[in-house]
C-alpha cells in the first residue's frame, strides 16, 4: 500500500491543523493505521493509532487535543490537531501495519508516507 500525507504548514500556538493520509494500491480496512512524528536528531515518535476496528490510541500529551479517524470507503487516515503547541513542531508521518503488538514501535510498520511538515509559532 503507498501512503501519501498531507495537510501540514505553519499555525500560531493554539491553532488547529487537520493532517490527512491517502492511501493506494489497496484498501486500508485490514490494517492498522498510526501517526508518528520527528524532529531532527530525535528518534521518530508514537502520536496516535487506529486500529482496523476503529480503536484509538495516544501519546499522552497529545490526548483531548488530537483526534485521529479513518474513512474506508474513501481510504485515508485523518489526524485533527487542535491546541496546538510548539512542541508540535514535527514532520508528521503516516504509517501502517496488520501487526498486532505494540502499535507504538515504529519498527512494527510495514509502509509508510513521505512525511509533512508542522510549524507551530509560539
Known amino acids: 500500500v503507498q501512503l501519501q500525507a498531507s495537510g501540514g504548514g505553519l499555525v500560531q500556538a493554539g491553532g488547529s491543523l487537520r493532517l490527512s493520509c491517502a492511501a493506494s494500491g489497496r484498501t486500508i480496512r485490514p490494517y492498522n493505521m498510526a501517526w508518528f512524528r520527528q524532529t531532527p536528531g530525535k528518534e521518530r515518535e508514537f502520536v496516535a493509532t487506529?486500529?482496523?476496528?476503529?480503536?484509538?490510541g495516544y501519546i499522552d500529551s497529545v490526548k483531548g487535543r488530537f483526534t485521529i479517524s479513518r474513512d474506508n470507503a474513501k481510504n485515508q487516515v485523518s489526524l485533527q490537531m487542535n491546541s496546538l503547541k510548539p512542541e508540535d513542531t514535527a514532520v508528521y508521518y503516516c504509517?501502517?501495519?496488520?501487526?498486532?503488538?505494540?502499535?507504538?514501535?515504529?519498527?512494527?510498520?510495514?509502509?509508510w508516507g513521505q512525511g509533512t511538515q508542522v510549524t507551530v509559532s509560539s
Open positions: 487506529i486500529n482496523k476496528s476503529g480503536g484509538p
Open positions: 504509517a501502517a501495519t496488520t501487526v498486532v503488538g505494540s502499535p507504538t514501535d515504529p519498527g512494527q510498520y510495514w509502509y
